[in-house]
């Protein structure tokens, strides 16, 4: 099961992101990916293959600055390894992106009521219903903490998610069921990993969720 990373602090997220993500390399992926949330707004770069390519077509993480990402490293299970389902997935407004491990089960039944409310999806992934059920609950009580609750109430399955929303730009927000996830706390800079392995350079004071 493949991998997330997660950084907020005053570090450049992108380049300890795509360091995180390699220590995980071992786990196996076909795909790979990183969002990173600077000047209120969020900058995508995501591609199939290896992390190599992630890493040459940002310049090294060059191109996204900001002191708050998500990172992935994708094994396919719902829509073909390929640059459109690799993650994170961003939610229609633009505000909101997420990186996931596991399998949302109800993901049919959920993108189908979010179609009937106006959503538009990208991808083929289960992935995608959480971030455009987040954008839904955030427009309506505007608050991507209330929102958070009430989309992790709606879903069903097994998932390790770390999500950022470029409104909250020192908030790294993250959930787990059954798949692992586990909190990382430095001196002014908090990480999230799929495995210990990731951010054990930053900081050895770590939580399993
Ligand atoms: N089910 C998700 C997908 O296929 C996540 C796969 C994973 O754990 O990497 O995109």
Redesign the pocket.
């Known amino acids: ?2 991998g997330i990373v997660g950084y907020v602090g005053q570090q450049e997220a992108a380049p300890i992101l795509l360091d995180g993500l390699r220590r995980l390399e071992y786990r196996g992926y076909d795909s790979a990916g990183i969002a990173v949330c600077g000047d209120g707004q969020l900058r995508v770069k995501k591609s199939r293959g290896r992390l190599q390519v992630l890493s040459d077509l940002t310049h090294d993480g060059a191109d996204l600055p900001g002191h708050l990402g998500i990172g992935h490293t ?6 073909e390894p390929n640059d459109i ?1 690799a ?1 994170p997935h961003v939610s229609q407004s633009g505000r909101i992106a997420v990186v ?4 949302i089960e109800n993901y049919a039944e959920l993108k189908e009521q979010l179609l009937h409310k106006g959503y538009g999806f990208r991808s083929e ?3 995608e219903v959480v971030a455009q059920l987040l954008d839904y609950y955030y427009a309506d009580c505007g608050d991507i903490f209330e929102a958070m609750i009430r989309m992790l109430h709606a879903v069903d399955g097994a998932y390790a998610l770390g999500i950022i929303c470029a409104d909250y730009p020192d908030r790294l927000l993250c959930a787990r069921k059954d798949a692992p996830l586990l909190l990382g706390f430095g001196e002014g800079e908090n990480m999230i990993a799929s495995d210990v392995t990731a951010i054990i350079r930053h900081t050895r004071d770590i939580a399993y969720l």
């Open positions: 099961m493949c994708r094994w396919a299970t719902h829509g389902n993650h996931h491990n596991g399998i992934t289960d992935t």
